[in-house]
């Protein structure tokens, strides 16, 4: 299963691939609404990738909010506390939405040290145990990339006698 769900409107499709894209090279699982089986109905699908994801990022415009679906994942989110907003055009956030932080990726060309994808990547990082040292140190030491850890890879410690 993927770390991500993206949720978004069909307008800005191009703006959720990019952000897709843009996780995964840093190593996460992402899934978008693509991906759904010609098989399965898409409700079900939808409600066990929900489930889950261990953070659901939601791509916010004025068609995202007037969007029963992506309100309904978002509120989903919200109350797993697992929700992970931006925001890819400014337009005013539906309530409750419009309580919780929500980064400002208007424009964004997909510049990794943009301060509105590193507060999007730090989140994520918070909520699925990625790459946020990595990030952290690299906007400190002022490195191109960050070195990503495997998402989803736990880490164990064996004693022996």
């Known amino acids: 299963m993927s770390d991500i769900f993206i ?3 069909r307008s800005t499709e191009a703006q959720a691939r990019q952000v897709a894209e843009a996780l995964r090279a840093l190593g996460y699982g992402v899934w978008r609404d693509d ?3 010609a098989h399965r109905a898409y409700a079900d699908v939808i409600d066990e990738r ?3 994801a261990k953070a659901v990022v939601v791509v916010w415009s004025a068609d995202a909010a007037r969007s029963e679906w992506v309100r309904s994942e978002a509120e989903r989110a919200r ?5 992970v907003q931006l925001t890819v055009d400014g337009a005013k956030l539906p309530m409750p939405f419009d309580q919780i932080q929500c980064a400002d990726l208007i424009g964004w060309t997909g510049d990794g040290q943009a301060s509105g994808w590193l507060k ?3 989140s994520i990082a918070d909520l699925t145990a990625g790459v946020a040292a990595g990030l952290a140190q ?3 030491t002022g490195a191109q990339e960050a070195e990503p850890r495997a998402a989803g890879r736990a880490l164990s410690v064996c004693v022996l006698p």
Do not use: I, Q, T, W
């Open 7 to 9: 949720s978004y409107a």
């Open 35 to 37: 991906e759904l089986p």
């Open 50 to 52: 929900l489930r889950a």
């Open 79 to 83: 109350g797993e506390r697992k929700l």
């Open 120 to 122: 999007v990547v730090r």
């Open 138 to 140: 690299s906007r400190e």
